[in-house]
């Protein structure tokens, strides 16, 4: 089945940058959109960033201007450049992809990848 492999989390001080990546694998015939979720400690998960299938951008407006969402269609891959970090950005955080099935049943499904923490502290 489809899997998420998310890497590039760690821990940097304020103002400090990380760039995160998510690849996806498997039976996907197309993506409609990928996403960058984030969930703080004892809080609820909240989205981040999204790429739709037509390069369409959206950001949470805490990121905005901060955060950038790519994405490499060739090797299913999305990428989240975060910049000027800050301690509220500290959260385990999450790809996720909305796909259609390569097989059968075909249609529209969707997967998670395991996190990636970030950590933001002086």
């Known amino acids: 089945q489809v899997q998420l492999v998310e890497s590039g989390g760690g821990s940097v001080q304020p103002g400090g940058s990380l760039r995160l990546s998510c690849a996806a694998s498997?039976?996907?015939?197309?993506?409609?959109?990928m996403d960058w979720y984030r969930q703080p400690p004892g809080k609820q998960r909240e989205l981040v960033a999204q790429?739709?299938?037509?390069?369409?951008?959206t950001y949470a407006d805490s990121v905005k201007g901060r955060f950038t969402v790519s994405r490499d269609n060739a090797k299913n891959t999305v990428y989240l450049q975060t910049n000027s970090l800050k301690p509220e950005d500290t959260a385990v955080y999450y790809c996720h992809v909305s796909y259609w099935s390569a097989t059968y049943p075909f249609g529209r499904a969707d997967a998670w990848g395991q996190g990636t923490q970030v950590t933001v502290s002086s």
């Open positions: 790429i739709t299938n037509g390069g369409s951008t």
């Open positions: 498997g039976s996907i015939l197309s993506i409609t959109a």
